[in-house]
């Protein structure tokens, strides 16, 4: 039986051999996810597996205006941030808390600072010092890599910048004060591996 796509077009079936390759040159990180929805995905992994318990915190949110066009639905029409958002995640691994955030940027050899907020930088510091373990897990989208960075590596440039200190990361300091993160197929960030890595060098982070 012959079948056409919806556009008019013949269908023609691949070989198996033609799918296998496909399949083997599929990268774990291509998947047109978003670095949340990778860490996300992870997450559950670590829930389900019974290895740890981190979710991403709900923003704060102040609904205004609701309409009801029918009993059964409603629909938002205003509403505004309660107050600033911290950190993305946290939860609890090995007895410890964890806070860390997760940002992206398309830049290819830099990280910029300005995607952090004062009040973000803040909780990380008051968490750190109460002993979480905090940082930040950063994806350069265009090079598909995915690096975490400690908090306190972090804070070194933060506190810099606005000494006359550069406004961004380098990538290659990135590189050499952080822990690249290789995608797998589960979990797909395996985060946490660099995390066990931290604690049996240094049990403070």
Same mark, same amino acid.
């Given at each position: &039986?012959?079948?056409? /796509?919806?556009?008019?077009?013949?269908?023609?079936?691949?070989?198996?051999?033609? *799918?296998? &390759?496909? %399949?083997?040159? !599929? #990268?774990?990180?291509?998947?047109? &996810?978003?670095?949340? @929805?990778?860490?996300?995905?992870?997450?559950? $992994?670590?829930?389900?597996? @019974?290895?740890? =318990?981190?979710?991403? *915190?709900?923003?704060?949110?102040?609904? !205004?205006? !609701?309409?009801?066009?029918?009993?059964?639905?409603?629909?938002?029409?205003?509403?505004?941030?309660?107050?600033?958002?911290?950190?993305? $995640?946290?939860? =609890? $691994?090995?007895?410890?808390?964890?806070?860390?955030?997760?940002?992206?940027?398309?830049?290819?050899?830099?990280?910029?600072? *300005?995607?952090?907020?004062?009040? #973000?930088?803040?909780? &990380?510091?008051?968490?750190?010092?109460?002993?979480?373990?905090?940082?930040? =897990?950063?994806?350069?989208? *265009?090079?598909?890599?995915?690096?975490?960075?400690?908090?306190?590596?972090?804070?070194?440039?933060?506190?810099?910048?606005?000494?006359?200190?550069?406004?961004?990361?380098?990538?290659?300091?990135?590189? #050499?004060?952080?822990?690249?993160? %290789? /995608?797998?197929?589960?979990?797909?960030?395996? /985060?946490?591996? =660099?995390?066990? #890595?931290?604690?049996?060098?240094?049990?403070?982070?």
């Amino acid at each position: &039986m012959e079948f056409n /796509y919806p556009n008019g077009n013949k269908f023609v079936p691949r070989s198996i051999s033609d *799918k296998l &390759m496909t %399949k083997r040159s !599929v #990268q774990f990180g291509k998947r047109g &996810m978003t670095l949340e @929805d990778e860490i996300n995905n992870s997450n559950q $992994y670590y829930l389900s597996h @019974d290895i740890a =318990v981190i979710h991403k *915190k709900p923003t704060p949110i102040q609904i !205004v205006k !609701v309409k009801y066009p029918k009993r059964s639905a409603a629909q938002i029409q205003e509403a505004y941030f309660r107050q600033a958002s911290t950190t993305d $995640y946290n939860g =609890v $691994y090995k007895g410890k808390y964890i806070d860390f955030d997760a940002k992206e940027t398309t830049n290819k050899t830099s990280f910029p600072l *300005k995607n952090f907020h004062e009040h #973000q930088i803040k909780h &990380m510091k008051q968490c750190l010092n109460a002993g979480g373990i905090c940082f930040t =897990v950063i994806k350069f989208v *265009k090079l598909d890599r995915v690096f975490l960075l400690k908090a306190s590596d972090l804070f070194h440039y933060w506190d810099n910048k606005d000494d006359g200190g550069r406004q961004s990361i380098p990538l290659v300091n990135i590189e #050499q004060a952080g822990f690249e993160i %290789k /995608y797998k197929l589960n979990p797909t960030i395996p /985060y946490l591996d =660099v995390v066990d #890595q931290l604690l049996n060098d240094n049990p403070f982070i």
